[in-house]
């Protein structure tokens, strides 16, 4: 959970999920091999990521770059957006 009393906003963290593109997909199905899948992810398990890379506690060249500079709303609001994005799971035939 996040520790501000900020009402997180979807549409907010679309706009600022820009910077994610690159790795993680405009829907947020990676790009990347090494980059995860971001669609569909609980908001509570992308924060809580997300604060992990911005204090060094996960590390990552890339992720604790692109995190330092991210407030907890901006958090939240990624968290936020990539939740709302619907994905479906078919186990093979």
Same mark, same amino acid.
């Given at each position: 959970?996040?520790s501000?009393?900020?009402?997180?906003?979807?549409?907010?963290?679309?706009?600022?999920?820009?910077?994610?593109?690159?790795?993680?997909?405009?829907?947020?199905?990676?790009t990347?091999?090494?980059?995860?899948?971001?669609?569909?992810?609980?908001?509570?398990?992308?924060? @809580?990521?997300?604060?992990?890379?911005?204090?060094?506690?996960?590390?990552?060249?890339?992720?604790a770059?692109?995190?330092?500079?991210?407030?907890?709303? @901006?958090? @939240? @609001?990624?968290?936020?957006?990539?939740?709302?994005?619907?994905?479906?799971?078919?186990?093979?035939?």
């Open positions: 959970a996040s501000c009393a900020h009402a997180a906003d979807a549409k907010a963290g679309a706009r600022k999920a820009q910077a994610c593109i690159a790795c993680h997909g405009a829907d947020g199905i990676a990347q091999p090494n980059a995860p899948h971001l669609a569909g992810q609980p908001a509570l398990y992308t924060a @809580d990521q997300l604060r992990q890379f911005r204090s060094g506690k996960r590390p990552s060249e890339v992720m770059v692109t995190a330092k500079p991210l407030t907890d709303a @901006d958090i @939240d @609001d990624l968290a936020a957006w990539f939740e709302a994005i619907r994905i479906e799971a078919r186990p093979p035939s």
